[in-house]
């Protein structure tokens, strides 16, 4: 089962969960410092990412690992905040740079491509302080930083993402508050947020492609979280409807705007208006895009990063009540079959994984794809040999070698979530998808393989696997 020749073998982290060094050497506070440090058990065991793997220090560490592993492609994330303490370049901070300059400089030494991220959820504490991304001047402080970036590392990385996962972001921050600033907005924070972050990501793309592109040859996307979803009872239409919007409202509330014509999906903007308008309000709590913010926003990405992680059921919900929040605006109830193996909110759905492949292709006329984040985390902190886990990951492997050969999807780069153990948002440490374990009470946070670590250097030696479909 070899996959195409020159495919990419990649492991993803992000800057907040596994650097630490959380105030060293002139860094300024992100949202996650601040969260962090306010306690109130918002994170487990009010943990937090002051030092988490260390790799601020232990990057020659890390780079062992991903040497041991024998990665073509690495992704992680810069800190806005370790660059420039207070999100704009009125002062940047030179060892911040430094940092960044020694890990692309050593993957390259080693043979193994960069893949960027400039924003993985931690803004710059300065930039929360003037609204964050509820505030339209966030567009342009994303883009200056951007360009900061694409000018200060552009000439080696050419594989950049502008933004993790806008999709939960904006939920989880702006909506429900689970995530920094840790304020709800129900039913219209979510919005306003991804209506910023959709703006911010087309503005950097353009400047990336009008002042960059000709020299650098990169290329720039960003990365969209989604699961694959299917109707609970196949055979009703008001479930197949709801497993439609539910893709609606997952991927395409940014794929399409990004990849197709610069604006919502028709079934978000008509359900969220019907719902505003029950509700009382003068206009819909979805904002809308001017034509020119269309034309602006329209084929703003090089390439489809996908984080997939878990298949659900979906059932319609009506909302009778017309009550305000997210799924409540979808009309929907989301549940696993009762058969799936779970590790906590992910279930092993491996086919999941080569539909949305295909429904990427058939939707978005058959981009190349990256799968920038796709993992499961081990059910025994305790144990090194986490062999149900191995057996996810080669499931799915079976999956993409199938989407490639039968399905004829251009997917053309795997990165597996994660590289260490790190800390896994407001789960804190309790959550582990390292393919390497990190012993936390240990101040040297030694790094030692899982048995998915050494199955999957294997499959990286032999570009796929070695039995037969």
Request: net charge negative; hydrophobic share 40%; charged share 20%.
């Amino acid at each position: 089962m070899a996959f195409p020749a020159g495919f990419g073998w990649g492991a993803s982290t992000a800057a907040y969960q596994v650097e630490g060094g959380w105030d060293a050497d002139g860094k300024g506070p992100s949202v996650w410092d601040t969260f962090t440090h306010q306690g109130g058990e918002r994170v487990f065991k009010n943990q937090t990412g002051d030092v988490a793997c260390g790799s601020y220090t232990l990057w020659e560490e890390d780079l062992k690992c991903i040497k041991q592993l024998g990665l073509t492609h690495y992704r992680f994330s810069l800190s806005w905040s370790r660059l420039l303490p207070d999100g704009t370049t009125g002062f940047i901070n030179q060892k911040g740079i430094d940092y960044y300059n020694k890990i692309i400089d050593d993957l390259l030494a080693n043979g193994v491509m960069p893949i960027v991220t400039l924003y993985h959820f931690d803004l710059p504490q300065a930039l929360e302080n003037k609204g964050g991304w509820l505030s339209e001047a966030i567009v342009e402080s994303f883009d200056k930083y951007a360009r900061f970036c694409f000018s200060t590392f552009g000439d080696r990385v050419k594989q950049w993402i502008t933004i993790n996962e806008p999709n939960i972001f904006a939920l989880l921050a702006y909506d429900l508050g689970i995530f920094p600033p840790g304020i709800p907005h129900i039913g219209t924070g979510g919005y306003q947020a991804a209506h910023n972050l959709i703006k911010a990501h087309a503005r950097s793309w353009h400047s990336y492609n009008s002042l960059f592109r000709r020299e650098q040859k990169g290329m720039v996307s960003l990365a969209i979280f989604a699961p694959w979803v299917e109707p609970a009872d196949p055979n009703s239409v008001s479930d197949q409807e709801a497993a439609k919007r539910a893709i609606a409202f997952s991927l395409d509330f940014f794929a399409k705007p990004i990849f197709t014509d610069g604006d919502y999906p028709e079934v978000v903007k008509s359900q969220i208006a019907f719902m505003s308008k029950k509700q009382g309000y003068p206009s819909s709590r979805l904002p809308e895009f001017t034509e020119e913010e269309k034309r602006m926003i329209k084929g703003t990405a090089d390439f489809f990063a996908l984080n997939y992680y878990t298949t659900c059921l979906v059932k319609y919900q009506e909302n009778k009540k017309g009550e305000l929040g997210f799924l409540q605006d979808v009309e929907i109830e989301i549940f696993p079959d009762p058969s799936w193996i779970s590790l906590g909110w992910i279930y092993m759905v491996p086919w999941g994984i080569r539909k949305l492949l295909k429904y990427i292709k058939d939707t978005y006329n058959n981009p190349v794809i990256y799968i920038t984040e796709n993992g499961f985390s081990q059910g025994d902190p305790a144990s090194l040999d986490d062999t149900q886990r191995w057996e996810y990951f080669r499931q799915t492997f079976q999956e993409l070698f199938k989407a490639i050969q039968l399905d004829k999807v251009n997917l053309k780069i795997y990165c597996a979530w994660t590289l260490l153990d790190n800390f896994e948002w407001n789960y804190g440490y309790s959550k582990r998808f390292g393919l390497f374990h990190v012993d936390f009470e240990d101040p040297a946070r030694p790094r030692v393989p899982y048995t998915s670590a050494k199955e999957y250097a294997k499959i990286i030696q032999n570009n796929g696997l070695e039995e037969h479909l």
